[in-house]
C-alpha cells in the first residue's frame, strides 16, 4: 500500500517529535502535536500557537541527520496524482455551450458582466461604502473593512493577498483588510451558532486589527462543502443553501455589509482525498452564479434594497473567478500546474499557488469597477 506523503509526516512527527525524555522539561508534546494536526488541515495558527509549533520542529531537526536532503522537498514538490486536465470549460468561456443543462458566463446567458440593473444597484451600494468610526458612522478618520470569509484555502490565499495588498501604496489608506477565512471552517461550519468558535475567531481576528463589526463594509467569500458525493445539481443545491445562509448571518453581524464578492474553487483536477474534488470544484462556480441569479430575481431571502423590504443580506457581485482546467490555458491565460498544489492532497494550493490567488485577487480589486472604488486611494 502507497502512504500518502502527509502519513508520513505525521508519523515522523508522532516518533519523532514526541519523545518527552529529549524535550526540555515542561515542553508540551500532546500540545505540539495537537498544533501540527491542525496546521496540516490548513488552519492558521494564533501567534503564540505558531511559535509553539516551530520550537517543537526546531527541537525534532536538532534529533535528526543534519545530513543535506537531495531533490525537492514534500512541501515543494509537484502534486503527484489526478489529472492535468478534465476537459472542461471554464465558466467564463464556456458561451453558448452547456454544462448539464446549464449556459455559460458568469451572470448566464454567456455574460461575464452583471446586467444593467445590478450593475446601477451595485453603484448605488457603492456610495454606502465610506471610513466609518468604531460605532459605524461616516468619519474622516474612520475605517473601510475588507473581511474574507471561508475555509482553509480562503485563509490561505487571502492571508497572501493580504501582504501584498498592504504593501501596495496604491491600497486607500482607510482600508483594513482582515482574515476570517480559517482552516477547516466549510460552509457548514460557518452556521453553527453564533457563539461558536467560528465566529469568535473573526471577532478576534477584528478586535487584533483594530476595527469594529460595524466598520466591516465589504466581503470575500469562497466556500466549499465537505466531501459532497452527491451529483449535480443536488450537492449544488446543499452549498447554495449553506452559503445564502451564511451571507443573512453576515448581514445580521455585520450591519454596515454592502458588498460581497464571491468566488468558487480552484482547479482541484489534482485533488489525492475525497475532500473536495473535481468536478465538484467546477461545480461550485454554478453555486456562486446561482445565488446572484436568485438576488437578481428578487428572491426575499437574498434582498439587499430597503425599497423592497427587509433588508438579508449585502448585494452580491462575482470576485475573481479562479477555475481554469489545469494546464489547458484559459481565454485569459490562467492554468494551474501540479506545482501549485501541494503534495498533500492535491487540493490544498502551495506557496505558488496561493501567490497565484492573491495576484488574482489584488488584480481584481484594482481593476473592477465595483471594488476599486473602496480598495484604491484614487479610483
Known sequence: MKTHPAMWLAVLFATRLLSAAEAPAGFDWQRARQLFQRSQRGEQLAPDDQAYLDKAKALRGQRQNDQPQKGKTDATAPAPGGQDSTGLLPLCDLG????????????????????????????????????RDAAGQPADDGKVVLLSVGM????????????????????????????????????????????????????????????????????????????????YPAHAQKLQSDIAEGLRRLKTKFPNLRLAHLSSRIYAGYATTQLNPEPFAYESAFVVRALI???????????????????????L????????????????????????LTPRDGTHPSDAGRQKVAEQLLKFCKTDPYARAWFLARP
Open 293 to 315: 441569479q436568485a438576488q437578481l430575481k428578487g428572491d426575499e431571502a437574498l434582498n439587499y434594497d430597503a425599497a423592497r423590504g427587509a433588508v438579508k443580506t449585502p448585494l
Open 96 to 131: 453558448a455551450q452547456k454544462y448539464k443543462g446549464e449556459d455559460g458566463g458568469l451572470y448566464g446567458g454567456g455574460k461575464n458582466e452583471p446586467p444593467a440593473a445590478h450593475a446601477a444597484a451595485a453603484r448605488k451600494e457603492l456610495a454606502h461604502i465610506r471610513p
Open 152 to 231: 482553509s484555502n480562503t485563509t490561505q490565499e487571502f492571508s497572501r493577498f493580504k501582504q501584498l495588498a498592504d504593501a501596495d501604496k496604491a491600497k486607500a489608506p482607510p482600508l483594513v483588510i482582515v482574515d476570517g477565512a480559517q482552516g477547516g471552517q466549510a460552509a457548514a461550519q460557518w452556521l453553527i451558532g453564533p457563539e461558536s468558535r467560528v465566529w469568535q475567531t473573526v471577532d478576534e481576528r477584528l478586535k487584533a486589527a483594530g476595527v469594529t463589526t460595524r466598520q466591516v463594509q465589504v466581503v470575500w467569500l469562497k466556500q466549499a462543502k465537505i466531501r459532497p458525493t452527491e451529483d
Open 317 to 340: 457581485l462575482w470576485g475573481p473567478y479562479l477555475w481554469a482546467d489545469g494546464t489547458q490555458p484559459r481565454s485569459d491565460g490562467l492554468t494551474w500546474t501540479r506545482s501549485d
